[in-house]
C-alpha cells in the first residue's frame, strides 16, 4: 500500500538521533476511516508496514463522548482500554500513548519527533514568544500531563486554531517535549520539518550558540578505571552495565518526559560512595541512571541497552540546555510535571519494550 511505504520512508528519514532518541516519537497515516500508527516498544528507524498498527477512527473518537474519570489513573486506565478496543481484527501492538493527538491531527501523514535543536526551543524560559516571532503558523501548546489530558487540551486548542484562522494547524510546538508536524503528502513534510530546522539553526548561530555538544578533554585510563570501580561496588548489579562518556554539562533537571523516562530526572554528582547513594535515594526515591564523575559521565544500568540509552539521553539533555541560552536559558519541567511521568504506568511499560 502506498500510504504505508510513504510512511515507512518518513518514518526513517525522522528516525535518526538528530530526531529522536530511544523509542521517542512516532508516525501515522490515514485514510477517512483507519489511522496506521506506530505502536509503543518501537523506534521510528525500525518500523516497516507491517509493524503499524490499524485503527478505527471512530471507535477512537468514542474518547470523547466518553465521562472519563478525575482519578488519572482510572483515567489512563479507561483511555488505554478505548485505545486496545480500537485496534482493528488482525493487529497486534500497543497503540502509542500519543495515538489520540496523531487521529485528530487533520493531514493525511503526522510525524512526530523530539529534536535536541526544536527542544532547544520548547524547553526555553523564551519559548512561546520565540515560536511566535519565528513560526507565527505554529500551534504552541504550553506544557501539560501526557496522556488524554494532553490529547483533549490539543483538541481543544486545535478548534480554536481552526476558529480563528480558517484552517487546520500542520505544525504544534508542545512545551517541554517535541513537535507534530502533519501534511497531506510526504513531501509536505518534509519541506515543514526543513523549514523548522533551518530557521532555528539560524537563531543558534545568530545567538552564537554551538549546535554540538561541548565536550571536556578525555581523561586518563586510569582515572576513568577508578570511577568505574567505584561505582561497581556502590551501585553494584544496578550498574552492571555501564555506558561512558568524556564529561560535558549535564542538564540538573528534568528537560522533557523523554529524558526523564530513560535517563531520570537528576543525576549523582561525585564519585559514589554508599553514604552518597543511600542520601541520593532518601532525596529522589530512585537509584541512578546517569553518574558524573571527574573522569566523565557514565549511564548505567542493569542492561547494556539502557546504560547507553541513559547515557545518550543525558547528552541529548545537555545539548537542549545548551541550545536554550540562545532562548533565555533552559526551563525545567515543573516538580509536579516530574512527578506525573516518574509515577506514569504508560511510560515504565516502554522503557520495558525498547
Ligand atoms: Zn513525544
Known amino acids: 500500500m502506498k500510504l504505508l511505504d510513504e510512511i515507512v520512508a518518513l518514518s526513517h528519514k525522522f528516525g535518526t538521533p538528530d530526531y529522536v532518541r530511544g523509542g521517542g516519537g512516532n508516525t501515522s497515516c490515514k485514510t477517512a476511516d483507519t489511522l496506521w500508527v506506530k505502536p509503543s516498544g518501537t523506534t521510528l528507524a525500525g518500523m516497516t508496514a507491517a509493524t503499524f498498527v490499524a485503527m478505527n477512527r471512530a471507535a477512537m473518537q468514542r474518547l470523547y463522548a466518553i465521562k472519563v474519570p478525575t482519578d488519572s489513573q482510572a483515567r489512563e486506565e479507561l483511555v488505554k ?13 500497543r497503540p502509542s500513548v500519543e495515538a489520540p493527538l496523531h487521529e485528530l491531527l487533520s493531514g493525511v501523514f503526522v510525524v512526530h519527533t523530539h529534536p535536541a535543536l526544536v527542544n532547544g526551543m520548547t524547553c526555553s524560559r523564551n519559548g512561546a514568544e520565540v515560536c511566535a516571532r519565528l513560526f ?7 506544557y501539560i500531563d501526557p496522556g488524554f489530558t494532553l490529547c483533549v487540551d490539543v483538541r481543544k486548542r ?34 515543514t520539518y526543513n523549514r523548522v530546522m533551518d530557521t532555528l539553526k539560524a537563531e543558534y548561530s545568530k545567538a552564537g550558540v554551538g549546535m554540538t555538544l561541548v565536550m571536556s578533554a578525555p581523561a586518563d585510563a586510569a582515572t576513568v578505571e577508578s570511577a568505574r570501580q ?5 551501585l553494584g548489579s544496578d550498574a ?14 528534568p528537560v522533557s518526559p523523554d529524558h526523564i523516562v530513560y535517563s531520570k530526572s537528576y543525576p549523582y554528582t561525585g564519585q559514589p560512595t554508599p553514604a552518597g ?13 546517569v553518574v558524573i564523575t571527574s573522569a566523565g559521565v557514565f549511564g548505567v544500568s542493569p542492561a547494556m541497552k539502557q546504560a547507553s540509552l541513559a547515557l545518550e539521553l543525558a547528552k541529548d539533555g545537555a545539548l537542549v540546555c545548551q541550545l536554550a541560552k540562545a532562548f533565555g536559558g533552559i526551563q525545567f519541567m515543573t516538580d509536579r510535571a516530574r512527578l506525573f511521568i516518574e509515577n506514569w504506568e504508560v511510560e515504565s511499560y516502554r522503557q520495558k519494550q525498547v
Not at 507565527?136 to 504550553?142: E, R, T, Y
Not at 552492571?240 to 533537571?253: D, H, L, P, T
Open 240 to 253: 552492571a552495565a555501564m555506558a561512558y562518556s568524556e564529561g560535558f554539562a549535564v542538564a540538573e533537571g
Open 158 to 191: 486545535v478548534q480554536e486554531f481552526v476558529a480563528k484562522t480558517g484552517k487546520a494547524p500542520t505544525l504544534l510546538f508542545l512545551e517541554n517535549h517535541g513537535v507534530f508536524v502533519t501534511g497531506n503528502t510526504a513531501d509536505e513534510i518534509r519541506a
Open 277 to 289: 547513594l543511600a542520601t541520593f535515594r532518601a532525596t529522589h526515591g530512585y537509584i541512578p541512571k
Open 81 to 93: 482500554n478505548v485505545m486496545a478496543e480500537s485496534v482493528m481484527p488482525g493487529h497486534t501492538g
Open 136 to 142: 507565527p503558523d505554529a500551534l504552541w501548546i504550553p
Open 230 to 234: 567505584a561505582i561497581a561496588s556502590t
